[in-house]
């Protein structure tokens, strides 16, 4: 980073935590007691401040990971300062452990996509920042920075884990892996991708060594052809099975393969994934989540997925390939009819984006499911499409990791949807300058409506006095 580039950065980043306390302020001014799932929290926090570190809410699901940090920062802060009485560990002291998070991740995207896009020489400093911005701006992550949840922190941890497996720490990245997975135990998926990096590389070194053996010039399996994709096969197998290989990608990867046996270990003592309350939360084959998330995908990244030139490249694909799309469109036409799950919440919680999303598409009538599926055709496409530049190991392997994020989960939550978009947003080429400010724009936008929604059009339930607020 040269000086220039250090001095914006400097002022994108105060100005934008600037700002978020701003925010921050009124959010607190208007919603001082705790709101929606901080009513399990908040508490929980406040008894670990007061040390007892032995109770704990059923109704939480999650692992303390929080918690400690909480702790371990308002306490030193509390003896710092002199804070005494109700201020330590109230809701809006807890609630700033997560602006500081923000603040966190804001730098993590950006030495992350330094490192992702150092040989790109036409990206600027500039360009870097913005796209930082824009990301630390993301509407789904950045409201929750203002209420005390799990997902900065999540975020957070999870970014760190793969900046240090990007620049070869593993033993880093695994132990911010564990504090990831303390956060939110699907964390442990991220772990998985990590190590995936490592494979991925090794895997692309020896395929191109194997393709040059032959004289070719590229990676043939970017032709897509059913020859291509055996001898891919072929190669795959032959690699993994492999003693050598295998102890090489052991040793690479070990940090990584300690902690997923912890995991493994937590999930049979445990007797499941979830802690506390298990009977909202029971895993199933959701498909349909997949094209929920690309359909998400595609919405905040429309500048850079949505785009004539994008559109006219599907259409010539398709008119290329009718059966292949014919072929997926049954696929998923089945997939819809067998695999899609409604989870109680989803139809009785009116305060989420999520509901009026359901009832207003996908309750309107039966058929609207199965009328979509072009509509995922063409995200699934356009999403891939911009993975090109990556190797055909790295999309394997990132997709693995995406379906298991997103296909157990029964509920169509957005915030289970923040870490693999950030994750391929960060991964995909670097757009031009009037996309990213389209974008930023755009994300300017959603979050203003979200911030009004939430601050000025509150409602009531009929039975009871508590006010509601709308929220993703």
Not at 82 to 99: D, E, Q, Y
Request: aromatic share 20%.
């Amino acid at each position: 980073m040269d000086r220039s580039e250090a001095y914006g950065f400097s002022a994108a980043m105060s100005g934008a935590f600037l700002l978020s306390c701003l925010l921050f302020a009124a959010i607190n001014r208007r919603q001082r007691g705790p709101y929606m799932d901080e009513a399990f929290h908040v508490p929980q926090a406040q008894a670990y401040c007061h040390g007892r570190f032995l109770q704990w809410d059923p109704m939480i699901t999650t692992l303390p990971g929080l918690y400690l940090v909480s702790v371990g920062v308002v306490k030193p802060a509390a003896w710092l300062f002199g804070w005494t009485g109700s201020v330590v560990c109230s809701a809006g002291m807890l609630r700033f452990i997560n602006l500081l998070f923000s603040a966190g991740n804001f730098y993590l995207l950006y030495l992350l996509l330094f490192k992702i896009h150092q040989r790109n020489k036409a990206v600027s400093g500039f360009l870097r920042i913005l796209s930082a911005l824009t990301l630390a701006m993301f509407p789904t992550l950045y409201f929750f920075t203002f209420l005390y949840y799990t997902d900065p922190g999540s975020v957070f941890f999870t970014l760190f884990a793969y900046l240090m497996c990007l620049y070869g720490n593993h033993k880093t990245s695994a132990l911010l892996g564990f504090c990831g997975f303390m956060f939110r135990q699907t964390n442990i998926v991220w772990t998985v991708f990590c190590a995936g990096n490592v494979v991925a590389e090794k895997l692309n070194e020896a395929w191109k060594t194997e393709l040059q053996k032959k004289k070719d010039e590229k990676i043939s399996s970017r032709k897509g052809s059913f020859s291509d994709f055996i001898r891919l096969l072929q190669f795959l197998i032959a690699y993994l099975i492999s003693p050598k290989n295998l102890i090489t990608l052991t040793g690479l990867t070990w940090p990584y393969i300690i902690l997923v046996t912890v995991f493994f270990g937590f999930v049979f003592i445990n007797g499941g994934i979830v802690v506390g309350d298990r009977s909202s939360h029971e895993a199933c084959l959701h498909f349909p989540q997949l094209f929920y998330f690309l359909s998400f995908t595609v919405f905040f990244s429309f500048p850079h997925l949505l785009t004539p030139t994008k559109i006219r490249k599907f259409l010539l694909s398709l008119r290329k390939h009718p059966v292949h799309y014919c072929l997926m469109a049954v696929i998923s036409l089945f997939l819809i009819w067998k695999f899609t799950y409604v989870h109680k919440y989803l139809l009785a919680d009116n305060r989420h984006y999520t509901f009026y999303v359901w009832r207003k598409v996908f309750q309107r009538h039966e058929v609207v499911k199965y009328v979509l599926v072009p509509v995922y055709i063409f995200a699934g496409w356009s999403f891939v499409d911009m993975l090109k530049s990556k190797s055909i190991f790295w999309i394997l392997m990132y997709f693995t990791c995406l379906l298991a994020v997103t296909v157990p989960q029964k509920l169509l939550e957005f915030r289970y949807f923040i870490l693999p978009f950030l994750i391929y947003r960060l991964n995909i080429p670097f757009p031009s300058l009037y996309r990213q400010l389209l974008e930023l724009s755009f994300y300017i936008v959603v979050n203003a409506v979200t911030f009004y929604l939430f601050l000025n059009r509150t409602f009531q339930w009929p039975n009871s006095d508590e006010i509601q607020r709308f929220m993703w």
